[in-house]
């Protein structure tokens, strides 16, 4: 147990450190090597990763129409309808995101207005390492679907046999993505920047992935004009205040939820009550014994804390100095501590309200920043694939009525041709129209 009063200002820093990501150097350099050959080689580069790193041997990095087909029927039903609850849940929350434009006149003969349309294509990276995840396919395929992506891309990394999840396939059908590619780590990003024979570029990729996929999205989002990426990631957090009230046993259960994700993740419980602590820390013990990824939850556990705050005021600002990703408050006065916590990716608010809700069936998105990134990045939504865009529609008197505030300012600025622009047009005389005119009535004339 840390008790927060205690520590100095440099070791509460310390004690809400996130685990380094090891060997940068080295790590940039080797996903740059695997950019470079995908740049270089195309399809080529990626069936000899593939086979590399995934240790199968393909002819097609397409998933075939047929495999589709046997998910589909090999799936059982209460697995299918699992999947398909979910869909109709992340569905709900993500349609009522649909955006308006917004029209204003600023002024007389002054009209601005904020326009919306989807981003054209899209590529959404599913990982597949220790366990397939079709809640990722449906976080990224309704948004998708729903923006109105023109093209939606599915990848992800094939087993040994060289198929993937018939979970994973039956997810993508639902949202009615229909290509797919059985490639993953960060060359399977890389061609979904660059692009290869097989495989056409996309504008801007989603997902999550270890940490050559997170550097893979960093370097490409930077060099390759035009593409861009979801939002920067890191290991999996989670950060619990909980009051004398709480649940030790829902407590515990909630920190190994994010612990078992990877031995790099982290998980953080503040509480006013030491004997809570004291609790969830027996409960803890308890509970890992029984977990079939009890080593990876033990090693996450090593880089977690248990810390007490004096009140829960105080824990309020020690989470938002953190900034998780995922934020449990297991409090009787929720109302009153959720005015006063921020910097959260995703919060979840009451006892029974599990965090593995909002990773799966709730409605809400899964995809949040992580590594302190909450503080300045959203959530992922259906705006995400979508781009905002203006429009302007001025009138001669419209023009004329901003005439002299535009001449003061580009003056100041020394941009005399941004001011002529303006200048000639104001100072335009009916003629100008007449002759427009004229040229109008004549190019419709020569129309057949």
């Known amino acids: 147990m840390i008790i927060w009063q205690q520590l100095s200002k440099q070791q509460q820093v310390s004690t809400l450190a996130r685990p380094a990501i090891r060997d940068n150097q080295v790590l940039a350099q080797n996903v740059k090597h695997i950019i470079d050959a995908v740049r270089d080689n195309g399809d080529t580069a990626l069936l000899d990763f593939t086979q590399t790193f995934d240790r199968v041997t393909l002819d097609d990095l397409r998933l075939p129409e047929s495999q589709v087909q046997r998910s589909v029927n090999a799936l059982s039903a209460e697995r299918k309808q699992a999947i398909q609850t979910a869909y109709e849940q992340i569905k709900a929350f993500h349609n009522a995101q649909q955006f308006q434009d917004i029209i204003v006149e600023t002024r007389p ?7 919306s349309e989807p981003i054209e294509s899209v590529g959404l990276y599913i990982p597949a390492g220790s366990a397939p995840l079709p809640s ?16 939606v891309v599915l990848v992800c990394p094939p087993d040994k046999d060289g198929n993937l999840a018939d979970e994973i396939i039956y997810a993508a059908s639902v949202c009615g993505i229909n290509e797919i590619y059985r490639i993953g780590g960060a060359q399977a990003i ?6 290869t024979k097989t495989l056409a570029p996309v504008n801007k990729v989603f997902g999550p992935g270890n940490k050559y996929v997170t550097e893979a999205k960093k370097q490409l989002s930077q060099a390759v004009p035009g593409f861009a990426i979801d939002m920067p990631a890191g290991p999996s957090e989670l950060l619990v205040i909980a009051d004398a009230g709480a649940n030790p046993v829902f407590v515990a259960a909630d920190l190994l939820s994010q612990a078992e994700h990877g031995p790099d993740s982290q998980v953080i419980l503040l509480s006013d009550s030491a004997q809570m602590i004291e609790a969830v820390s027996n409960e803890l013990h ?25 009140n829960l005021d105080e824990a309020a600002a020690v989470s938002n100095l953190y900034g998780p990703e995922h934020l449990s408050l297991q409090v009787r006065d929720t109302d009153s501590l959720l005015n006063k916590v921020r910097n959260a990716g995703s919060i979840f608010v009451g006892d029974y ?9 709730s409605g809400t998105n899964h995809v949040l920043p992580t590594y302190g990134y909450s503080k300045v990045t959203s959530s992922l939504s259906l705006a995400d694939f979508s781009r905002r865009y203006t429009v302007q529609t001025l009138t001669k008197p419209g023009l004329e009525s901003l005439a002299q505030t535009i001449i003061e300012l580009t003056d100041a600025e020394g941009l005399d041709a941004h001011q002529r622009a303006v200048t000639l047009r104001v100072d335009a005389d009916a003629s100008f129209n007449d002759a427009n005119d004229a040229r109008v009535k004549n190019a419709e004339g020569r129309q057949p």
Do not use: F, H
């Not at 890389?190 to 692009?195: I, K, Q, V, Y």
């Not at 309200?353 to 069936?361: I, L, W």
């Open 109 to 115: 003969g002054v009209t601005c207005q904020l326009k």
């Open 136 to 151: 990722t396919v449906l976080m990224l395929g309704v948004p998708a679907k729903l923006a109105g992506c023109e093209r």
């Open 190 to 195: 890389a061609a979904l920047a660059l692009g």
């Open 286 to 310: 308890t509970q890992i014994s029984t977990l079939p990824r009890k080593d990876i939850a033990e090693q996450a556990l090593e880089q977690s804390r248990l810390i007490l705050c004096a």
């Open 353 to 361: 309200s599990p965090e593995s809700a909002g990773d799966y069936a």
